[in-house]
């Protein structure tokens, strides 16, 4: 059986300050998957991580992948206040269908 | 295009009632999913239909029941609902291809009392 684990859970950071939220998996899988979700909003796609070694930016969020390690990043540079939201990932079982299992999210807060 | 569509946003029910929840798109997507998520549980898989024709129990499908009316379409239905069935419900599509993600409907609340 597939878990995702995030960590961590909650953060709380400073604007301007750096920080990584990591995603561990345990079973193999070469498709990961980032989303954000606001407040009571749906989940938005950010990030398609695809093969070992994947890195992907936009703007001030940067996602790795190392399926060696099962093991997933995503890179907070210099936060601001609009990147509070919480944050899933989400790793592809592998039994087709492109089943997800999703982390249990990280409730990012972002303050001056 | 409005992409993935839910009805309704909100819905209240008795322990012991049936509803459905519907869900469309409009991205000609071989793939829909439903997911419940719960406070501190991230999203749960409940059922999928990987092309029109076909669904398939996920993580937490009991209790509940799906249907893929056509491509566009695929609803969920609670045939007697119960207070842990409390959630937000969300329906999601995704195309064919490698490098594709899903597409997340606005949701539905429900609550059972």
């Known amino acids: 059986e597939l878990k995702v684990e995030q960590n961590p859970l909650f953060l709380s950071m400073q604007e301007g300050k750096n920080y990584t939220i990591y995603c561990n998996y345990s079973t193999t899988s070469d498709r990961l998957y980032w989303y954000r979700q606001d407040p009571g909003k749906s989940l938005e796609s950010l990030f398609v991580l695809l093969s070992n070694g994947a890195v992907k930016q936009e703007g001030r969020l940067m996602a790795s992948l190392d399926t060696k390690a099962r093991l997933s990043t995503l890179h907070i540079t210099a936060a601001v206040h609009d990147l509070s939201a919480t944050y899933f990932c989400?790793?592809?079982?592998?039994?087709?269908?492109?089943?997800?299992?999703f982390g249990k999210g990280t409730k990012l807060s972002v303050i001056p | 295009n409005a992409g993935v569509t839910q009805t309704p946003k909100f819905q209240v029910l008795k322990t012991g009632q049936s509803m459905t929840l519907q869900c469309a798109q409009d991205m000609n997507h071989n793939s829909m999913y439903w997911y419940r998520q719960d406070p501190g549980m991230g999203l749960r898989l409940i059922y999928y239909?990987?092309?029109?024709?076909?669904?398939d129990k996920g993580e937490v499908p009991n209790g509940y029941n799906v249907s893929r009316l056509n491509k566009r379409e695929f609803s969920l239905r609670l045939e007697s609902a119960a207070p842990s069935q409390t959630s937000v419900y969300f329906c999601a599509s995704i195309a064919l291809g490698r490098g594709k993600t899903q597409y997340f409907g606005p949701g539905t609340r429900l609550l059972v009392l």
């Open positions: 989400a790793v592809d079982s592998g039994a087709g269908s492109y089943q997800l299992t």
């Open positions: 239909s990987a092309s029109e024709g076909t669904t």
